[in-house]
């Protein structure tokens, strides 16, 4: 570049109309330095005031030299990568700022959120537990409500099915009876039936006793006359009111009651627990 730089300086001075005279008045630079430098000519310039000629003269003129322009572009470099980071410590700043805002904003208002959360929580609970609930009762109400029972049959048989599609039945459920023992005086009544082990109870005046079953009951009264029989609320087997202080066997069944001489289940009972026979 150096070597360009004479002819530079040379048709800037001529471009503005100057003669070397005036450049060196202007510029207090000797004319032979004037003409040297235009001439590129370092032999006849000092080589410690070559930079300093050059500069003043270039800088008279207006003219960037090219390690000026060198510095320049490196300064606007610099600058460049200042105002990027700059900006980037703007917008840093600013994330932090609304950052802190935001958490001052939770702390002031901390209990209030705690219970906005609880609540939301308990929402949500409550509402999983409901739906959990209502899913189980469906799914118990299709489950027991019907059943599903599919025929089919073969050509060859003599009565030939073909269901395409399926029955619904009502599901089985079992069908309980109900007989009551309702103590008129204190008795002592040891029964069991198909729902229940064996058990023994002393009734007093007053009290009665709920038995239910699908098929059979079977009891002991210790004193007959002192009890009132009912089979479906209808009472039953009044003559027992004639066995004053007697004990009875009695069997109960759907189609009705009626005393027995004895209950082998009842009777295996009072041997193994009280001994007698």
């Excluded at 609304?98 to 609540?119: A, E, G």
């Excluded at 019907?146 to 009565?159: M, S, Y």
């Excluded at 089985?172 to 109870?201: N, Q």
């Excluded at 098929?215 to 002991?220: C, T």
Aim: glycine fraction near 4%; charge should be neutral; hydrophobic fraction near 40%.
């Amino acid at each position: 570049m150096k070597k360009d730089i004479g002819n530079i300086l040379k048709n800037k001075r001529e471009e503005l109309g100057l003669s070397i005279p005036e450049v060196a008045e202007r510029t207090k630079i000797r004319e032979n330095f004037i003409s040297a430098l235009e001439n590129n000519d370092t032999e006849n310039i000092p080589a410690s005031y070559f930079d300093l000629f050059l500069k003043k003269y270039a800088a008279y003129l207006a003219i960037a030299l090219p390690e000026e322009e060198k510095k320049e572009e490196k300064s606007d470099a610099i600058l460049d990568l200042l105002s990027t980071h700059a900006e980037e410590r703007r917008k840093s700043d600013i994330i932090f700022k609304s950052t802190k805002r935001v958490l001052l904003f939770l702390y002031v208002h901390r209990l209030i959120l705690l219970v906005l959360l609880l609540f939301i929580s308990l929402f949500i609970f409550t509402r999983h537990i409901y739906i959990m609930m209502d899913r189980g009762e469906k799914t118990g109400r299709s489950e027991s409500g019907v059943k599903i029972i599919t025929i089919e049959g073969e050509p060859g048989d003599r009565i030939s099915i073909n269901v395409k599609d399926s029955i619904m039945l009502d599901d089985d459920k079992p069908d309980f009876f109900t007989f009551r023992i309702l103590a008129s005086d204190s008795c002592y009544v040891c029964y069991y039936s198909d729902t229940l082990k064996v058990k023994e109870t002393m009734l007093m005046p007053g009290q009665s006793l709920d038995l239910k079953a699908e098929s059979v009951i079977e009891a002991k009264l210790g004193k007959s006359n002192a009890v009132i029989l009912e089979l479906e609320k209808e009472r039953v087997l009044h003559d027992l009111k004639e066995q004053k202080n007697a004990s009875s066997f009695i069997k109960i069944s759907r189609s009705g009651a009626l005393r027995i001489r004895r209950s082998e289940k009842i009777g295996e009972y009072l041997r193994i627990t009280h001994g007698i026979e």
